[in-house]
Protein backbone atom coordinates (compact mmCIF):
# COMPACT_ATOMS: atom_id res chain seq x y z
CA UNK A 1 0.00 0.00 0.00
CA UNK A 2 2.33 2.00 0.78
CA UNK A 3 5.17 1.48 -2.71
CA UNK A 4 1.67 2.32 -4.89
CA UNK A 5 -0.62 4.71 -3.48
CA UNK A 6 1.76 6.79 -0.86
CA UNK A 7 2.28 6.97 3.16
CA UNK A 8 -1.16 9.39 3.47
CA UNK A 9 -3.29 7.85 1.54
CA UNK A 10 -6.51 6.82 3.19
CA UNK A 11 -6.77 3.28 1.87
CA UNK A 12 -3.20 2.73 3.40
CA UNK A 13 -4.37 4.65 6.96
CA UNK A 14 -7.23 1.53 6.89
CA UNK A 15 -4.86 -0.83 6.14
CA UNK A 16 -2.52 -0.07 8.63
CA UNK A 17 -5.72 0.32 11.28
CA UNK A 18 -6.80 -3.50 10.24
CA UNK A 19 -3.00 -4.39 10.79
CA UNK A 20 -3.06 -2.71 13.99
CA UNK A 21 -6.32 -4.66 15.21
CA UNK A 22 -5.29 -8.03 14.21
CA UNK A 23 -1.80 -7.85 16.12
CA UNK A 24 -3.99 -7.00 19.06
CA UNK A 25 -6.44 -10.05 18.59
CA UNK A 26 -3.45 -12.15 17.66
CA UNK A 27 -2.12 -11.51 21.39
CA UNK A 28 0.06 -8.26 21.23
CA UNK A 29 -1.81 -5.81 22.83
CA UNK A 30 0.87 -3.42 23.17
CA UNK A 31 2.73 -3.79 19.96
CA UNK A 32 -1.53 -3.04 18.62
CA UNK A 33 -1.29 0.43 21.03
CA UNK A 34 2.16 1.42 20.00
CA UNK A 35 0.76 0.90 15.68
CA UNK A 36 -1.59 3.03 16.50
CA UNK A 37 0.25 5.65 18.47
CA UNK A 38 1.85 6.16 15.23
CA UNK A 39 -1.47 5.71 13.07
CA UNK A 40 -3.09 8.25 15.38
CA UNK A 41 -0.25 10.81 14.80
CA UNK A 42 -0.34 10.43 10.89
CA UNK A 43 -4.17 10.47 10.78
CA UNK A 44 -4.35 13.93 12.82
CA UNK A 45 -1.57 15.86 10.65
CA UNK A 46 -3.32 14.48 7.52
CA UNK A 47 -7.06 14.33 8.56
CA UNK A 48 -7.28 16.75 11.54
CA UNK A 49 -8.48 15.69 15.12
CA UNK A 50 -12.12 15.40 14.25
CA UNK A 51 -12.20 13.54 11.49
CA UNK A 52 -14.50 10.41 12.13
CA UNK A 53 -11.38 8.53 10.90
CA UNK A 54 -9.49 9.97 13.39
CA UNK A 55 -11.33 9.47 16.56
CA UNK A 56 -11.83 5.73 15.66
CA UNK A 57 -8.44 5.37 15.78
CA UNK A 58 -8.18 7.45 19.29
CA UNK A 59 -10.84 4.54 20.21
CA UNK A 60 -8.91 1.72 19.33
CA UNK A 61 -5.80 2.98 20.90
CA UNK A 62 -7.64 3.31 24.23
CA UNK A 63 -9.08 0.08 24.02
CA UNK A 64 -5.59 -1.62 23.10
CA UNK A 65 -4.21 0.33 25.79
CA UNK A 66 -7.09 -1.03 28.39
CA UNK A 67 -6.46 -4.60 27.25
CA UNK A 68 -2.43 -4.09 27.73
CA UNK A 69 -2.74 -2.69 30.88
CA UNK A 70 -1.34 1.06 30.48
CA UNK A 71 -3.31 4.49 31.72
CA UNK A 72 -3.16 7.53 30.23
CA UNK A 73 -3.39 10.04 27.29
CA UNK A 74 -4.28 9.04 23.62
CA UNK A 75 -2.69 11.88 22.28
CA UNK A 76 0.77 11.75 20.41
Same mark, same amino acid.
Given at each position: ?? %????? /? #????? #??????????? !??????G?????? !? @? @? +????????? =? #?? =??? =?? %?? /?? +?????? +???????A?
Amino acid at each position: MV %RVLGP /D #HPYTF #HTRSDLANWQG !KAGDAAGAATTLQ !K @L @L +ADRMRVLGP =N #HP =NTL =NT %RS /DL +AYWRGI +AGEEGETAP
